[in-house]
């Protein structure tokens, strides 16, 4: 007789296991389905977050920032270096170190919280008074019923038509975070967040690093002026090579290494050759095997599940969360929804404010923003006053010797109400949560004007735009 459970989460990366463990505080019988293996076969959980994505990547952002700072920056501190090396396979080891504790400590979460997990492929076979379900793993196939689902399926890396990625010379995310030798020219195809990231870490270890953008514009998804200025950062004489507008053609693999034929902005040809290629053109949700035609489940054109505003599917009783459903692809974003999810099948009332939720890009300088754009607040014709403060002002900051960049507030005309805080600095990741705290209760730049922030502090860069909305900054 099939097992039967009150919720079975399908996928266990950050939207899945954040799902499967408010579920299971809330006393519903949980079960989580992972297909996950490692490289040496062992089941794992955590999805592409914890073992391919942003989690590993972070870890090499590191290494690698204390390579280049080790190099080039503690000069200013009086302190002289020579002879500076590092140990790639060292790099990668900490990496993995990090990456098994991670996903160690989910499996430690699932069995202190009594989820089932089980371990294969799962899809959907038949609905009625339950969801009939089959999970296809090492040891075989079993039959299980759930009488609620969360997919929770996640993405994968999209890949150029007609181009094989082998993840040793041809890359996605995977292979770029294992390379066993430090490409000496790197190519990178697209300069969104991953293709920026990944372009950093080799970059810094010794890759000159050229990339080709389709898109007109950089980082089209940011605040202009963020983007403006990120852009004269990351294009510094040394730094990344970064070309826009252009058309890729032809990519081949060589003796030598890989050929890409492409069109620049202006329509001529070029030609980009590199040891080794990355393939950063966005992701796409992972929808194929689900067994969506056997049961009906709407998917839009983008593969998507088509979901409402509290993630409930086109089936009863069937949600979907994180990168499977529309929205940023983001883990946080997917981590809110699982936990709404949960609390909604539990009788309570879930929510999540999607105008209250943070983007990160890892680079340094880090590049955050919550809320709307300047573009977007002149698009929709909102009255609005702009407040910004450079980190080049602010003692902390000098003292680190990190003084890159600024944080800039968008306030309603009428009411002062924050609609949008963007900021391109050093930890930019961090200060941003003031941000969302005063979007998400509806605070004004005065409050954040008026609170008191420590000084000397990052912090305090925050407090100065807000005063600068009402042009009364005090120390710049």
């Known amino acids: 007789m099939a097992r039967t459970f009150d919720v079975v989460v399908i996928g266990a990366g950050p939207a899945g296991y954040i799902a499967a463990i408010r579920a299971a505080q809330l006393g519903l019988n949980t079960a989580c389905i992972e297909k996950w293996r490692t ?17 590993p990547s972070k870890a090499l952002l590191e290494s690698s920032e204390n390579y280049e700072r080790t190099q080039h920056r503690l000069a200013a501190h009086g302190i002289s270096v020579s002879g500076v090396k590092f140990d790639l396979q060292a790099m990668l080891e900490r990496k993995n170190q990090i990456v098994r504790k991670m996903t160690g400590g989910i499996a430690g979460l699932f069995k202190r919280n009594k989820i089932t997990w089980l371990q294969g492929h799962g899809r959907f076979v038949s609905g009625g008074t339950t969801w009939k379900l089959e999970v296809v793993g090492e040891q075989g196939s079993e039959a299980i019923e759930a009488h609620h689902v969360i997919v929770a399926t996640g993405s994968r890396a999209r890949h150029l038509p007609g181009l094989e990625v082998d993840n040793r010379i041809v890359c996605d995310n995977e292979g ?4 066993d030798a430090v490409p000496p020219r790197l190519g990178v195809i ?9 372009g950093s870490v ?3 270890l010794g890759s000159k690093v050229q990339m080709l953008e389709a898109l007109p ?17 990351f294009t510094r004489p040394g730094a990344l090579e970064i070309e826009l507008g252009v058309g890729v053609g032809a990519v081949q693999r060589s003796a030598s290494g890989v050929r890409v034929d492409y069109t620049t902005a202006d329509g001529k040809a070029s030609v980009l050759e590199c040891d080794r290629l990355i393939v950063a053109i966005g992701r796409v949700p992972n929808t194929e095997g689900l067994g969506a035609d056997q049961i009906g489940l709407k998917i839009d054109a983008r593969g998507c599940i088509e979901v409402d505003k509290n993630c409930r599917a086109s089936l009863p009783r069937i949600y979907a969360i994180g990168d499977v459903v529309r929205g940023p692809m983001l883990a946080h974003k997917g981590e809110d929804e699982g936990v709404m999810v949960a609390e909604i099948i539990a009788g309570q009332h879930g929510h999540v404010n999607y105008d209250a939720i943070p983007w990160v890009m890892y680079t340094m300088p880090e590049i955050a923003w919550v809320g709307k754009t300047e ?19 602010n003692g902390r900051a000098l003292g680190r010797d990190e003084a890159d960049g600024f944080i800039k507030i968008l306030a309603d005309a009428a009411t002062d109400r924050i609609l949008g805080v963007h900021a391109i600095g050093s930890l930019a990741s961090e200060l941003i949560a003031e941000a969302v705290v005063a979007i998400e209760f509806g ?17 305090e860069v925050m407090r100065e735009a807000a005063l600068a909305v009402d042009k009364r900054s005090l120390n710049g």
């Open 39 to 55: 490289a040496d076969g062992q089941y794992a959980l955590g999805g592409t977050c914890l073992n391919v994505g942003c989690i």
């Open 176 to 179: 770029a975070l294992a390379f």
């Open 190 to 198: 697209g300069a969104g967040v991953i293709g920026l990231e990944l």
């Open 202 to 204: 080799w970059r810094r």
């Open 217 to 233: 514009s950089f980082l089209g998804a940011a605040d202009e002026a963020i983007a403006q200025e990120a852009w004269k950062v």
């Open 375 to 393: 573009q977007q607040l002149k698009a929709e014709g909102v009255a609005y006053r702009s407040g910004r403060f450079p980190f080049a002002y």
């Open 443 to 459: 605070a004004s730049s005065e409050d954040i004007a008026r609170i008191c922030h420590a000084h000397p502090s990052m912090a």
